[in-house]
């Protein structure tokens, strides 16, 4: 598909949005990835016996409160990647923040992104997006 930027406001480097690239599918990944993570507890154990236990059953159950356009997608799917960057540049946003941690640091949700990287900045490249990476950890 060929892009004319001419079609989009200049992005707008004043403008940041978090871009998390953690999310990981069937299709392209053999299973979900943080799609399906644990269900939180309430901090209140009381409380916390009301409710169900386990994990999220993507794809009808997943873990975010809105249910995305795009279904419960890849971070590896070049045409999500495609997809988010465009929406960006309608947006006006001029800088992807990317949440990023060291393969010893993952969570047990998290799988390894390092490879995945390349792609999201081939992808912001294309709509002439600036990448921050936001290294997660204490």
């Known amino acids: 598909m ?17 871009y998390y690239v953690w999310y990981g599918n069937p299709q392209f990944d053999g299973k979900y990835v943080h799609w399906d993570h644990p269900l939180l507890p309430h901090w209140d154990p009381k409380v916390a016996s009301g409710y169900p236990t386990g994990r999220h059953q993507p794809p009808d159950d997943i873990g975010a409160n809105f249910y995305p356009a795009l279904g419960p997608y890849s971070s590896r799917d070049p045409s999500v990647l495609e997809e988010h960057m465009r929406q960006l540049r309608i947006a006006d946003v001029g800088v992807l923040a990317v949440s990023w941690y060291p393969r010893s640091m993952n969570d047990d949700n998290g799988e390894e992104v390092d490879n995945l990287l390349p792609l999201v900045l081939d992808a912001a490249d294309k709509y002439q997006l600036k990448v921050l990476k936001v290294s997660c950890i204490s």
């Open 2 to 18: 060929e892009i004319k930027m001419q079609d989009f406001p200049e992005p707008n480097y004043n403008v940041h949005a978090f």
